[in-house]
């Protein structure tokens, strides 16, 4: 059965989530290039295109997909592609810009050729992330990447083809920007033509003046890249992406709302609630900012609140330019206090700095600046609902889970007192969790291995560093090179479970569909010289021995804890 | 009760929806039913999920706005109409989005949380008395195990009764639609015989 994102229907309206939209749009605007690593809630643009590769192949002979080992990889890749002509979609978490970011802040000075968007899921609250919560769009000031927030399904799909269309028209790479809650909406987009595929001879036309970054040229890039940017502003100025809605209404509160992304939603959401018609200004840009146009909606207002989740990003924008153009204009948002959290207990502040934003954190707000009644009790309902005791419920491994086996293992036979366990990014983060209890670190990807170096440097202490396998492959490789060329000790369990089991069994190079990596012979070749590959599900003993004898080593040793997720072994049985 | 709603004819006319449970339990099937019933009849409507890290075996909690003017995707506190628990301690959390107004419709299942005490079923009543008095428990698990063989259908079998009560605003034969339009070849069968056993 075909995939119901490539149906061709023009006009109808499919159920689709928000990311898929986004899958959609890239479709429609003829995409030659996808390339990711996966990340919740950026998880589903990677799994839609490996589930449609082979068909879109058949529409666009110069169609390619791929997981790539991490994100920096992944973009560089997709900006390869757009070097020689094509229209590349790169897309990850916001982790994943992290890790990326070293060679976007360039990418920016060169542009590229033919178009490429670049799509980074934030996730407030941390629904799917275990590290941090992150405002990316700092990194649209720090980089100059023009950047887009679409609210809606319908407008993941729309904004999409709009930013294919502004990085074909300036060559450069443009930013869509979202977070967990406008990512994993799902509601009707109307469906729109699939171009039919113009043959094209991708080609990477030598130009080292364009793509070679030295200096002095690499200034005169920057300089070239500001100008891009002052441009493109002129076009952000005019777009209708920044929209004013109730703007002739003329309050005699004089108060206005700015916004963008799913804080619009809940932005329009609360103004139905307290059935008040405010205007308010939703930007689609939210890099480079209509300095004019939000001027001119500032200047007939004495009150602007600033709904937007996380760190004020807007605010900040905003207020510096009320005050270089000398307004009056009291700019509220975040307040003073720090706040916030899943659920919102404090509501002392205006709007909370941390977790995301709730519909009736906005209509809260609304209510107190305007000094309207609320028509439900938000705050008596709160502690009414915190009088309950409600046992927690994280999530856990899966009771099947193969890592079970090594847990059992270790807690047999090491000193969990002395020993320290080093987490990772993965299913077995899951080790938090207190009935497992072996996590005494948890960072980001590759991290377990290089702390553990550093611990076992620092101190006398030994530590047992885990790592999965995607993770191995995305950042952990160099990692353990530095732990044998520097000369630590830690024990270090790879957990292979042939598979990215936490974001929906992607596959990685130790399985991939070319030539799978075999993770030993890379580990031998990084100068490791204790080294073991076991089931611990079939030989526990083997496993206890292999980990008894390694934690007398004075140098690193590796295990290979190999079973391959019972979750996919079901899922290919079926 | 002091939270409800003071002007509840001001209101605007929103279905709102959630329906909790643990990971694994379709949550997400079931929204996905719902959107397709809504399109079926050209509804305007919004669903919110949760993917990833939350799905292992924690609770997991979807939504589903169904209106004139929806924006949010997410409910607003307190103010759910109709919360459809397929796990019976996940409606404590859920009291979030309840109220007076709200109708809880549960599932007769506790799946024990590792490393803590079980909530018994007086304890969880008595929690939900506070916010409202509809509140009906169905043993669907053990219904659709009895007589469908399988329990995983208990979703489904709830959304039924859910419609034959009248607690959601869509006809039955669009939520059929909805199951044939979500499920798989495989499953739907069986899908479609757990809500038409929902009918009786």
């Known amino acids: 059965m075909e995939n119901k994102i490539l149906s061709k229907e023009i006009g109808k309206k499919l159920v689709l989530l928000a990311n898929e939209s986004l899958c959609r749009g890239a479709i429609e605007s003829g995409v030659d290039f996808v390339s ?56 990850f978490k916001h982790f994943g810009l992290n890790v990326a970011s070293d060679f976007l802040c360039t990418l920016m000075y060169s542009g590229i050729e033919g178009s490429m968007v670049i799509f980074v899921a934030d996730d407030p609250s941390c629904w799917s992330s275990a590290q941090s919560e992150q405002n990316s769009r700092f990194y649209s000031l720090m980089a100059h990447i023009p950047t887009l927030e679409p ?7 729309d904004f999409t083809k709009f930013a294919f269309k502004l990085s074909e ?77 109730y ?32 205007p308010v200004l939703k930007l689609g840009f939210v890099y480079p900012l209509p300095a004019r146009k939000i001027l001119n909606f500032l200047k007939k ?58 519909p009736e ?40 889970c193969q890592y079970w086996a090594v ?4 807690k047999k036979i090491a000193n969990l007192q002395e020993i320290i366990f080093g987490g990772e990014i993965g299913c077995y983060m899951l080790f938090s969790h207190k009935v497992i209890n072996l996590q005494d670190y948890l960072y980001c990807m590759g991290s377990s291995v290089s702390i553990a170096h550093g611990i076992s440097k620092a101190t006398e202490q030994k530590v047992i560093a885990f790592v999965g396998d995607s993770s191995f492959f995305h950042a952990g490789i160099p990692a353990l090179i530095n732990a044998v060329f520097n000369q630590s000790n830690p024990l270090i369990i790879i957990l292979e479970n042939q598979t990215t089991a936490m974001t929906g069994h992607q596959p990685h190079p130790g399985v991939g569909d070319g030539q799978a990596i075999k993770i030993e012979e890379i580990v031998r070749a990084c100068g490791i010289k204790n080294v073991k590959v076991v089931d611990q599900v079939e030989n526990p003993k083997e496993l206890e021995d292999a980990i008894k004898e390694f934690l007398e080593k004075k140098e690193p040793s590796v295990i290979i804890a190999r079973h391959i997720c019972t979750l996919l072994e079901k899922k290919k049985k079926t | 009760m002091h939270f409800a709603r003071e002007k509840e004819k001001n209101m605007k006319k929103d279905f709102n929806l959630i329906i909790v449970g643990v990971g694994g339990q379709g949550q997400i099937t079931l929204l996905r039913i719902l959107q397709e ?29 169904m209106g004139k003017n929806v924006f949010s995707p997410l409910v607003s506190q307190g103010d759910a109409d109709l919360i459809v628990c397929l796990e019976m301690q996940e409606a404590l959390r859920a009291l979030y989005y309840a109220s007076q107004k709200t109708q809880f419709l549960i599932n007769k299942l506790i799946i024990p949380i590792p490393g803590e005490e079980v909530t018994s079923e007086d304890q969880i009543l008595n929690s939900l008395k506070g916010f409202t008095q509809k509140i009906e428990i169905i043993e669907a698990s053990k219904i659709c195990k009895e007589k469908l063989q399988k329990e995983i259908l208990a979703g489904v079998y709830l959304l039924g009764l859910a419609q034959k009560r009248g607690f959601i605003p869509l006809k039955k034969e669009s939520l059929e639609e909805g199951i044939k339009r979500t499920i798989g070849e495989k499953y739907l069968n069986e899908n479609l015989e757990a809500f038409r056993f929902s009918q009786f």
Request: hydrophobic share 40%.
């Open chain 1, 407 to 410: 847990i059992n293992s270790i």
């Open chain 1, 361 to 400: 954190y906005v209509e809260i707000a609304i209510s107190k600046l305007l000094n309207k009644k609320l028509f439900f009790n938000y705050q008596l309902h709160l502690k009414q609902f915190e009088k309950i005791k409600i046992p927690p419920r994280p999530p856990i491994l899966c009771p099947a």
């Open chain 1, 301 to 358: 207002l004495k009150k602007v609140l600033i709904v937007e989740e996380l760190e004020p990003y807007l605010e900040r924008e905003i207020a510096i330019l009320a005050q270089k153009a000398n307004l009056k204009v009291e700019i509220l948002g975040k307040g003073e206090k720090i706040e916030g959290g899943r659920i919102w207990r404090e509501r002392k502040a205006i709007l909370p700095q941390i977790g995301e934003l709730k």
């Open chain 1, 151 to 157: 609210s809606t399904p319908q407008e993941f799909k």
């Open chain 2, 37 to 65: 019933a809504a399109l079926h009849e050209n509804r305007n409507f919004k669903g919110s999920e949760l993917h990833g890290l939350s799905q292992r075996g924690g609770s997991v909690e979807v939504h589903f706005r």
């Open chain 1, 169 to 245: 028209k300036f060559k450069i790479p443009i930013m869509l920007r979202s977070t967990t809650r406008a990512s994993h909406q799902s509601g009707p987009v109307i469906l729109e033509k699939i171009p039919d595929f113009k043959s094209k001879f991708p080609k990477f036309i030598k130009n080292p003046k364009k793509f070679s970054t030295m200096p002095p040229r690499v200034l005169e890039m920057k300089k070239e890249l500001l100008e891009k940017i002052e441009t493109i502003k002129r076009e952000s100025e005019k777009s209708n992406l920044n929209k004013i809605i």
């Open chain 1, 247 to 278: 703007g002739k209404n003329k309050s005699k509160e004089k108060f206005g709302i700015v916004t963008s992304g799913v804080s619009f939603l809940y932005t329009m959401e609360a103004l139905e609630k307290l059935n008040l018609k405010l």
């Open chain 1, 36 to 91: 990711t690593y996966p990340g919740t809630p950026a998880s589903e643009i990677g799994n839609t295109f490996w589930q449609i590769k082979e068909d879109l192949k058949k529409i666009n002979s110069n169609f390619h997909f791929e997981f790539s080992t991490n994100e920096k990889v992944a973009l560089e890749a997709g900006a390869g592609a757009a070097f020689s002509g094509l229209k590349s979609l790169v897309a």
